[in-house]
């Protein structure tokens, strides 16, 4: 059985881990800068923002987006929870499209069916690592002046028709949580293809909170504990613990998302 945790860790990554950790570069600085241009580069993203997670970047992505209480977000009717919870923070109604059984992906000849005049974006989710029909989905986004959002969370490498997936979209977010196929421990990142959107992120960005000690000493954890719990020998005495772990957070993902409902 593979390990929820077996995410390939060096020794030396460790070493430089504990390196920033010392100079104050853990979650900062010229080592995230040089992350963000090299990110850019590989999707063939015009700008690319970091942040604490996934999660935080779809949200900013929305936010930027300057959409109204009760527009219309066209979300996969099969994904994970956080998409729908972004979503509702911002006061924006998620309309559920289902997924092709085949793929797990939004299905695109049934994005028009539920479509109204308050409909203003698509969320892609590129679900398992298997990329979605971009052509498709762009082509209703395009048709009916609906910006393009493309969830990576999963797929970072992943390729439809040639190019990347992260690159169809006005934005694309990433996420480097544990368990995806590349981790810092925690984190995300928003690539904006959309010249237009680039400021309105950047002064959101701006105006977020540095993190404090707390949250490096968090990401520092969850790296030693990947690396810790990936051996075939040590992960079964931690087994119980993590997905105990994975099932409380998603058990609270789904408890925000239905007290946002009825408020």
């Known amino acids: 059985m593979i390990p929820i ?41 015009k700008k690319v923002f970091s942040f604490n997670a996934g999660r935080t970047a779809l949200y900013v992505g929305l936010q930027a987006l300057g959409l109204k209480a009760g527009d219309e977000i066209i979300v996969p009717a099969y994904t994970c929870a956080i998409v729908f919870e ?46 979605c029909e971009m052509d ?24 439809y028709q040639g190019k990347k997936a992260g690159s169809f979209g006005d934005l694309a977010m990433f996420s480097f949580g544990p368990g995806k196929c590349l981790t810092g421990g925690e984190g995300g990142a928003l690539a904006a293809n959309n010249e237009s959107l680039i400021n309105p992120i950047a002064k959101i960005h701006a105006e977020l909170p ?15 504990a990947m690396k810790t719990f990936s051996n075939s020998w040590l992960y079964p005495l931690a087994r119980a613990q993590v997905e105990e772990s994975v099932r409380n ?15």
């Open 5 to 45: 945790t077996a995410i390939p860790i060096s020794s030396d990554e460790i070493f430089t881990l504990f390196q920033k950790f010392i100079t104050g570069e853990a979650v900062d600085g010229k080592s995230v800068d040089k992350f963000e241009n090299e990110l850019g580069r590989y999707v063939g993203s």
């Open 86 to 131: 972004a979503v509702l923070r911002l006061g924006l109604k998620p309309l559920l499209v289902d997924v092709n059984p085949e793929t797990c992906n939004i299905d695109p000849e049934r994005i028009t069916n539920v479509m109204s005049q308050r409909t203003k974006a698509i969320v892609a989710v590129h679900l398992f690592g298997c990329p």
């Open 136 to 159: 498709a989905v762009a082509d209703v986004s395009r048709e009916h002046g609906l910006y393009l959002i493309e969830d990576v969370a999963q797929a970072l490498g992943a390729e």
């Open 210 to 224: 540095n993190p404090n000690w707390k949250w490096v000493l968090h990401v520092m954890r969850n790296i030693v």
């Open 249 to 263: 957070t998603d058990d609270m993902i789904v408890q925000n998302c239905l007290t946002l409902l009825k408020s």
